[in-house]
C-alpha cells in the first residue's frame, strides 16, 4: 500500500528509497488514467454506443474507449490534406524504376519475368574493390569525412582524369565526391539554372535531366537529334536551338549516350564547342558516367592519335572553364550498391555544387569511397578492358538478333554504354508504352518503352545481363513480334 500524502508530511523519515519510488510510480499510473478517461469523456460517442455501454462491465467499456481515442487520432491523421510544394506535380516518376518496379513485383509472386530495363552491369566489382571495402568497415573507417571526399579519393580522381582524359583539376578545390553520379548531375543543374533559365536537353535522354530541370524551377527544351545521324548532336541544330532560347544556362551532354550507345567523336565535340563559343554564358554538364564503355571500330580516334575513342569534353580549351564532368563508380566497375559519383570543375562550379551538397546529403559513404580508391589505383585497365570487350560481345549477339526480327530498324549501331534503342514503330506507331506493357503481360519480357526518353516507337534494351538471359529476351521478343505480323 502506498502512504496517504498526511502519513507522508507526518513522518518523511519513515519513507525509504523504496518507498518514494512506489509513490512515483502509482502518481504517474494515476495521472494517466486520469489523462485517458478525460479523453474518453470529450470524445464524441454514437447513441449506439452509450446503450452498448451501459451494458458491459467496466474493464470493456474502458478498453472500448482507449479504443476510440486511437481511432479518433488515427482518423486525423489520415483526413488531414497537408499542401504539397508544387514543384511535385511537375516531376515524373521515371518509367524505367516503375517497370522495374512491376517486374519485382511479378517475381515476388513467383512469376518469372525476364527483364532488360535496368542499366546494371551483371559482373561483380573487381575483387581489389571488395577487400579494399571489407578492409575499410574492419579498421573502422566508418566516419563522416569532407563533405567533397576523402584527400586519397580526390587525389585518385584528379591523376585517373590527367592520365586518361588529359584534364587536370586541384583535388583540394575541383572535384566534389558524392553519392552516386546521379547526385553530382543534380547539384551541378541546381548551381547553374532557376527560375527564368532554361536547360538544353538533347533527345533521347536519360529521363531524370528535364525532371532535374523541374526540380531547380528552370525549363528544359529539347533539343531533337536524328536516328540516321545516330542520335547525335550536329553543330547546325545546336545553333538554332541556342538562337531560339537566349535564356539558355546549361547544356546536358550525355556521352556516350544513355539510352541510344551513341558516341560523340572528338572531331564532333569539338564542332560543337565552336558553337558555344558565341553563347559564353551557357555552361556544360559532360555526363561521361559510360566513357569506359566503348567499342570503336579499327578506324575510330578521339583525334589524339593514342587509340582513346571517349574524348572528354572538358580536354578543348575553350570548354574547361565553362564545363563540369561528371563520372563515378557504378558503371565500368559495377559498383552501382555502393553509390560513388564525382564531379570535376573549375574552382568556382565545383565551389557552389560544395555548397550545395553541404546542406543535402553531406559526405558520400567512408567505405564507399576507399572502395573508390582501390577501383582506380588497384585496379589494372586490363581487368576492365576485359569486362569491356564482353560488353562488345553481347552488343553484337542484340544486334545480329534484332536484325533478323521483322518491322525492327536500327540505322546506327551503338558504340558505347550497353544500350540499343531500336525503332518499333512498325509495330506501335508511337505507342511504345502499351507495346511494352503487353510485352510484359504476354511473354513476361520487361522493355522500357522509348517514349520515355523523348524517343517515340522506339524501346530501350540494355544488354547487361548474361548471355543466357540475353537469348531468352531476344526469343520472347521475336516470337512477339512475329506474332503481331
Not at 532557376?194 to 531547380?216: F, H, K, N, Q
Not at 565552336?274 to 566513357?291: H, K, Q, S, T
Request: charged share 20%; glycine share 8%.
Amino acid at each position: 500500500a502506498v502512504p496517504s500524502r498526511s502519513t507522508l508530511l507526518a513522518s518523511p523519515r519513515s519513507i525509504g528509497p523504496l518507498n518514494i519510488m512506489r509513490v512515483t510510480m502509482a502518481a504517474v499510473a494515476a495521472a494517466a488514467a486520469s489523462l485517458t478517461s478525460c479523453a474518453a469523456a470529450f470524445a464524441p460517442v454514437p447513441p449506439s454506443a452509450v446503450r452498448a455501454r451501459s451494458a458491459a462491465p467496466s474493464s470493456v467499456v474502458a478498453s472500448a474507449s482507449n479504443f476510440r481515442l486511437s481511432s479518433a487520432l488515427d482518423s486525423t491523421e489520415e483526413e488531414a490534406e497537408i499542401a504539397l510544394n508544387p514543384l511535385v506535380a511537375s516531376v515524373k516518376m521515371s518509367k524505367t524504376v516503375e517497370i522495374f518496379g512491376e517486374v519485382k513485383r511479378l517475381q515476388g509472386e513467383g512469376i518469372d519475368v525476364t527483364s532488360l530495363c535496368v542499366g546494371e552491369p551483371d559482373f561483380p566489382p573487381p575483387r581489389a574493390v571488395l577487400d579494399a571495402a571489407v578492409a575499410a568497415v574492419g579498421g573502422g573507417d566508418t566516419r563522416y569525412t569532407a563533405v567533397t571526399g576523402t584527400a586519397a579519393l580526390r587525389e585518385a580522381i584528379a591523376s585517373d582524369l590527367e592520365r586518361r582524359k588529359g584534364v587536370a583539376y586541384d583535388p583540394a578545390t575541383e572535384i566534389v565526391v558524392g553519392n552516386g553520379a546521379k547526385q553530382c548531375v543534380y547539384q551541378g543543374v541546381l548551381a547553374t539554372a532557376g527560375p527564368g533559365d532554361s536547360v538544353i536537353v538533347p533527345a533521347p535522354y536519360w529521363p531524370s535531366y528535364p525532371e532535374m530541370a523541374a526540380l531547380t524551377g528552370a525549363r528544359s527544351v529539347v533539343l531533337q537529334t536524328r536516328e540516321e545521324d545516330g542520335y547525335l548532336i550536329t553543330p547546325a541544330a545546336l545553333r538554332e536551338c541556342l538562337e531560339r532560347n537566349d535564356d539558355a544556362r546549361l547544356l546536358i551532354l550525355c556521352n556516350p549516350s544513355n539510352p541510344t550507345g551513341g558516341v560523340h567523336s572528338r572531331e564532333r565535340l569539338e564542332e560543337l564547342a565552336r558553337v558555344l563559343e558565341d553563347f559564353p554564358r551557357v555552361a556544360i554538364l559532360a555526363d561521361e558516367i559510360y566513357e569506359r564503355l566503348v567499342y570503336p571500330d579499327d578506324d575510330d580516334d578521339n583525334g589524339d592519335g593514342d587509340g582513346d575513342f571517349h574524348a572528354s569534353f572538358a580536354s578543348i580549351p575553350s570548354m574547361y572553364g565553362r564545363t563540369m564532368t561528371v563520372n563515378g563508380f557504378s558503371k565500368a566497375y559495377a559498383m552501382t550498391g555502393l553509390r560513388l559519383g564525382y564531379l570535376a570543375a573549375p574552382r568556382r562550379l565545383a565551389k557552389a555544387v560544395t555548397t550545395i551538397q553541404s546542406q543535402l546529403t553531406s559526405c558520400a559513404g567512408s567505405i564507399s569511397q576507399a572502395a573508390g580508391v582501390a577501383a582506380l589505383r588497384d585496379v589494372e585497365d586490363a581487368e576492365l578492358n576485359a569486362n569491356v570487350e564482353i560488353m562488345r560481345g553481347k552488343r553484337d549477339y542484340v544486334l545480329e538478333r534484332l536484325g533478323s526480327m521483322p518491322g525492327v530498324k536500327l540505322a546506327v549501331p551503338p558504340k558505347g554504354a550497353f544500350y540499343v534503342l531500336p525503332d518499333l514503330s512498325a509495330h506501335c506507331g508511337e505507342d511504345d508504352a502499351e507495346l511494352c506493357m503487353e510485352l510484359l503481360n504476354t511473354k513476361r519480357l520487361a522493355l522500357v518503352p522509348g517514349s520515355s526518353f523523348g524517343a517515340p516507337g522506339t524501346v530501350r534494351i540494355s544488354y547487361a545481363t548474361s548471355m543466357e538471359e540475353l537469348g531468352v529476351a531476344m526469343d520472347k521478343l521475336q516470337q512477339f513480334l512475329e506474332e503481331r505480323k
